[in-house]
């Protein structure tokens, strides 16, 4: 495609970390963020098909959405710059007088940006705004917020396939949801995506990963799920516990994690693997900087739950947000005789197994609750 150097497949590399290590899993981190400095990570994945379908379209000038933080927004002034578009970021929000570190970067790379009131940025999407820009602007190709649409996806459905190892679980974390809509549509049968929502209130999320899949594929997978956990207060705050865990990671690994997604997928990653939400015997693989956590269990879980499980400090969700099951209350275990039977709604056993061995922590944990087990 010409424009810029770029390192693909990313390299695969295990961590070494005895705290996930004495868990009996292995963790390997995708290191998307060095497919290219300027366009790191799910960035270039994502942009690459739009700025095929941009070209297509004759386009001269890229415009797209993001705040004040947006990698994205960062990336799409390199894309332009590197492949010959002019670039407009609309920015959430008042103006900042003294543009900070991302919108810097965006101007040197010759992105024009425009700042947009939060209440008329919520409505970006509608035809009148949408209206307004062009006759503003002129002729564009729209990215929307993220770069997820459809062509995005499909540059995401890439990832899984330049991975060589075995593994159970692929995790990224999550600001629109396209990165996992994709990711999860290149997976095998008995993988698993899980990702981190970076924002508060994440719980839309699963519509909009839904929806994306539905627009690109036909309808959505029931193999992905969102944990809207580690937010740490809401999109980019930055607090204590999340400084001190990047500089632990960055002391221990010499990595210094991205902080407002990648960090907190990462932290997220280590607290389940801390409350055993990876059983015990799986194989784990993670990317990170949209990398992905993957974690393969080496014996099959031969169990179903029946009855209700709330978890406190936890919980499971379907795609679609429905919730599995959440530990708080008596609950049912029962082995099942058919290893890899599917459930009718589409929740397979290993993840089932993962709710089992949970609800098993926090039953022992709380003493008043006792599991039921009863085999057939
Ligand atoms: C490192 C990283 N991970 C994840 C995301 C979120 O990706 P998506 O918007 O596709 O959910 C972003 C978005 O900027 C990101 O920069």
Request: aromatic share 10%.
């Amino acid at each position: 495609m010409g424009g810029v150097p770029l390192r693909l497949p990313s390299p695969l590399v295990e961590l070494d970390d005895e705290r996930i290590a004495q868990r009996d899993i292995r963790l390997f981190l995708k290191r998307d963020d060095l497919i290219n400095p300027e366009i790191p990570g799910n960035k270039w994945r994502k942009l690459k098909y739009n700025i095929s379908a941009a070209k297509a379209a004759g386009a001269s000038t890229l415009l797209t959405f993001g705040g004040a933080y947006s990698n994205h927004i960062r990336a799409t002034a390199a894309v332009g710059y590197y492949y010959g578009f002019q670039t407009i970021g609309v920015i959430r929000g008042e103006e900042h007088r003294s543009l900070n570190e991302s919108l810097t970067y965006a101007t040197s790379r010759g992105m024009s940006l425009v700042y947009m009131d939060r209440t008329t940025y919520r409505q970006k999407t509608s035809p009148d705004v949408i209206g307004m820009l062009r006759e503003r602007f002129g002729d564009f190709y729209l990215i929307p917020e993220g770069g997820s649409n459809s062509a995005a996806v499909r540059g995401c459905v890439e990832l899984a396939d330049e991975i060589d190892i075995d593994f159970d679980f692929l995790c990224c974390a999550c600001g629109t949801g396209g990165t996992l809509a994709g990711m999860s549509a290149g997976l095998k049968p008995d993988q698993r995506a899980l990702g981190f929502s970076a924002l508060k209130g994440g719980d839309f999320l699963a519509d909009d990963v839904a929806q994306l899949q539905r627009d690109t594929f036909g309808e959505p997978l029931s193999n992905w799920s969102i944990n809207t956990e580690f937010h740490f207060g809401g999109f980019a705050r930055r607090t204590q516990e999340l400084n001190e865990f990047i500089a632990d990671f960055s002391r221990r690994h010499d990595v210094t994690l991205e902080w407002v997604y990648v960090a907190r997928m990462m932290y997220g990653i280590y607290a389940l693997t801390d409350r055993r939400f990876f059983p015990r015997g799986f194989r784990g693989h993670s990317d990170c900087h949209r990398l992905t956590a993957l974690l393969k269990r080496s014996l099959v879980s031969s169990f179903q739950v029946i009855g209700t499980l709330s978890a406190r400090g936890g919980s499971w969700f379907l795609p679609g947000q429905r919730p599995l099951a959440t530990v708080d209350g008596e609950f049912t275990v029962e082995s099942h005789p058919l290893p890899g039977h599917r459930l009718a709604h589409g929740v397979d056993h290993e993840l089932y197994g993962a709710v089992i061995d949970r609800a098993a922590v926090v039953a022992s944990e709380r003493g008043s609750l006792r599991p039921r087990a009863c085999c057939h």
